[in-house]
Structure formats: C-alpha cells, structure tokens
C-alpha cells in the first residue's frame, strides 16, 4: 500500500520532471508547457495520494500559490527574451517544494496570454507521454466560473480551468479533432464573429409530433431504411427551421432517426440555396442509417450554415428494442471527433452514447470533458431521465453546455419526452445543484396556443464571458 513518504518522493521527483520540461521553453519549444501541463494532469488524476498531498499543500498556503504562479508566469514570459530560466524554476521548487498546483495554473496564465493573441482555434499540439499521446483543448471561459466544484480546493478541476485533456486512445476509443476542413475554418471564424457582436447564442432543439416513423427491416436486426411518410416529415422540417429561424437560433438540433437521407438533401439545399439569410451558425442533422461499404452505420452530421459538413460521428453503442427484443442493426464505431472553435469545443453523440452507464462509455465521459455536447436521441421517458442524469453530471463536473433532441419512438407528445437543454443564461448563474430535478432544465414541449408537429425548446449562452477573452476587450 502507498504511504505518505511515497507520495513525497513521487512528488519531488514529478517537479524535477516539470521543472525539466518547462526548460524546453528556453530553446523555443512551443510544446514544453503542454508536455509540463500534461504530466501534471496525468500523474495528479491517476495517483490519489500525491493528488490528495497536492492539493493540500496548495490548500494550505493560499499566499505561497499565487507567490510561486505568479514567478512561474514571469519566468516563461523571460524565456521569450532569451533569458534561461531552467535555474530559476529549480530554486523556485526548493523554496516552495510539492506547489504542482501552483505551477499548473502559472502554466495556464502564461499559455491564456499566447490564445489573447491569436484567439482564431488552432489545433493544439498532441502530447507524447509515458509511451502515450494526449490531446488538449481550450476552453474559452473558466470551467470554475459557474462549476460548484469550483470552489473546491481539493479537487483537480480547480486547479486546470481553461483546458480539458484526454488520451488520444480510451477503452479502445480513439479521440481526435474533427479534420481541419474549409467548413471547420468557416465556423471557426464565423463563431469569433459572434462573440465580437455580443449578445446571446440561442440553442434550439426540435421534436416532432406529425406521426411519421421509421420504416425498419422486415426481419433480423433494426435498419432504417426510411420514414413512413417522407414529404409530411419534410414539412415539419420546415416548420421547425421556419421556427428557429424565427427565434434567431444560432445553433439547431434535430433528433437520432429522423431525417432520412433524401431529407439531407433536402435541408442541404433549404442551407444554401432557399434560404441564404437564415441566422444559424451550426445545424445538427439528426442522425440516420447509412451504408458504407464495410456496413451500416447510424451516422450523425453537423453542417454549417451553408450545409457543408463540419463535424462527422458514428453511433459508438446499439439501441436495443424492448418489445421485440430486437437490435439496431448497425457497425460501432471506435472513434469520437471533437470540433474546437473560439465558442468552446463540440461533441455530438448519438441517443446511448451519451447516456449507457457501462464503463466502456462512463470511462470516455469521464475525459472527454467538452464545452458543447449535442445529442440527437430517440428514445421514451426513462431514456430521457438518463440523458438528464449524464447531463446533470457533465454540468457539474465541467459546466458542460447540453441540448438533446429527442423523438420518441412512438411519436407520443408526452410532456418532458421531446428533449432539454440544461446550461443555457436563465438558470440561477448555470449552477446546477444535484438533487434539484427541475428548476435547472428547459424541457422541449408544444405550445398549446401553436398548431404545429413540431415541439421545441430555446435557450441561450451568453457570449460575454467568451468576448472577454479577446484582444483589445
């Protein structure tokens, strides 16, 4: 069993590798502060007793913290200059043994001012470490700001704010950013945009209630191999991209298995051709079944507002039909893009891969830690309640902002069954408190005073704390 001499040995052997690698800087190697931050992470969130010594001594001495961030800050900025800086950082950490922490948020600082410069998102680099790659990512705001855990001094997530890091390879799963394409680069650049504008990003999330189901194989496992009645779905479609229109959303969601393939076409040419004054940023298209040549896949993409693909993800798990004890008839995927934009970082997982409790899964969630996560679903009133417990816990753990969409298998216009967005400018400073099984949460639902199919929820995130982060503001 480790001891507490172990942890302080591990401990001054941890930053005599920091301070190593922060050395790097002298000799003008962008990745040193990375690979510092990295191992830092790696060893804290791995090894409790040195993250529990961490955190105490860090705890315990709020003054020596910003005594030792702050030299860290100066002498990272000194290296830029050509001063060497590797004797300083070693007199530092004998001064002040085992403030890991203290280093960590000096490396933060020192790479925040780096982003203020050049805030367009470009790829961060990938860490090697321990035989293992590691990728990193921004987060445009604080995940302390609004996060409870935030005010706790003994967790990790205090002491890393403004990045979230994850193993290129989890569980087999790989993680990776979304390849840098022209429709990327447009998003990217259309979100800085947005936030120098100001104002509030509206989310919005669609259901329908116009009947329409998907036509499945007539035996063996669930393929989708279309809607029961194409042109009524489409003009539900239009209704809800008319109503989000309407409400000025930024970014639209529809649900898993409901718009065909031949309705992708149709909402790529709504994009760019019918109505090229539309205000959206981001529209998720659902998701849908789709043959490849090595099988089916359930397949879920996110277009820019000119309909070109931005961010591309396959359904890692299989829904399993209750009643006939059926399963959906797909190829997993083993793979999880991440977009990155001045916005935050998006993810797009499909119905169970947001919500499967099995550690396969419960393992990723427990890394991939992303601003965004929208969720096309199709499922009844218990899955929602697991898409709200996952959500809950992204919301808490790392002020996830979540929107899912979700279509009930049957078409019932249940309340609470259409969707939710939790996250969103109107709830109590986004601080979620657990327990709290409402108040937090905006549930999709059909007006009564609108004769429509289609049932719908709004909500928006301010864009002020990302515009403070911008040069010149």
């Avoid at 496992?221 to 539900?236: F, H, M, N, Q």
Wanted: aromatic share 8%; glycine share 6%; net charge negative.
């Amino acid at each position: 069993m480790p001891n507490e001499n172990d942890a302080d040995k591990r401990m001054a052997a941890l930053m005599e590798e920091v301070v190593k690698d922060l050395g790097g800087v002298e000799e003008n190697d962008g990745g040193a502060p990375y690979r510092a931050m990295v191992r830092i992470w790696y060893e804290l969130r791995d090894n409790k007793p040195l993250h529990d010594l961490a955190t105490e001594i860090a705890d315990d001495n709020p003054k020596i913290v910003e005594k030792v961030r702050k030299k860290v800050v100066d002498l990272l900025f000194d290296a830029l200059f050509d001063k060497a800086i590797r004797q300083q950082l070693e007199d530092t950490n004998k001064e002040h043994p085992g403030h890991v922490c203290a280093f960590l948020q000096g490396i933060e600082d020192y790479l925040e001012d780096g982003y203020s410069k050049t805030p367009l998102v470009t790829p961060l680099p990938v860490i090697c470490f321990d035989d293992r790659q590691y990728r990193v990512f921004r987060r445009p705001h604080e995940r302390a700001v609004f996060a409870p855990q935030g005010k706790q001094l003994d967790k990790l997530e205090h002491w890393l704010k403004r990045h979230w890091i994850a193993p290129s390879k989890i569980k087999g799963m790989k993680i990776r950013e979304t390849p840098d394409t022209p429709a990327a680069r447009g998003v990217r650049q259309e979100s800085l945009a947005l936030i120098r504008e100001g104002g509030d990003c509206k989310v919005f999330v669609a259901s329908f209630i116009d009947g329409v189901k998907p036509e499945w194989s007539p035996r063996g496992r669930l393929v989708a191999t279309g809607l029961t009645d194409e042109e009524e779905r489409w003009k539900s479609v239009e209704a809800a991209l008319a109503k989000a229109s309407q409400e000025k959303a930024r970014i639209v969601i529809f649900p898993e298995l409901t718009l065909s393939n031949i309705l992708h076409e149709g909402l790529y040419r709504w994009l760019r051709d019918k109505h090229p004054d539309h205000p959206f940023l981001l529209v998720l298209a659902g998701s849908f079944h789709v043959k490849k040549s090595d099988g089916v896949y359930n397949e879920a993409q996110l277009l820019d507002r000119y309909g070109g693909l931005v961010l591309l993800h396959r359904k890692l798990t299989r829904y399993v039909d209750v009643e006939s004890n059926r399963t959906e008839g797909i190829k997993r995927e083993n793979r999880l893009d991440v977009l990155d934009t001045p916005l935050g970082s998006f993810v797009i997982p499909i119905c169970k891969d947001f919500c499967d409790l099995g550690p396969h899964l419960e393992r990723v969630w427990e890394y991939v830690n992303a601003d965004w996560f929208l969720v096309p679903a199709f499922g009844d009133t218990s899955s929602i309640h697991a898409h709200e417990h996952r959500a809950r816990e992204l919301r808490i753990r790392s002020n996830s902002f979540c929107a899912v969409a979700n279509q009930h298998p049957k078409g019932k216009p249940e309340p609470e069954v259409h969707g939710f967005i939790l996250g969103g400018a109107t709830r109590d400073n986004n601080v979620v408190c657990p327990g709290d099984k409402d108040s937090k949460i905006v549930h999709a639902c059909c007006p009564p005073n609108e004769n429509s199919n289609i049932a719908y929820a709004c909500e928006t995130m301010p864009l002020e704390q990302f515009r403070s982060k911008l040069p010149g503001t």
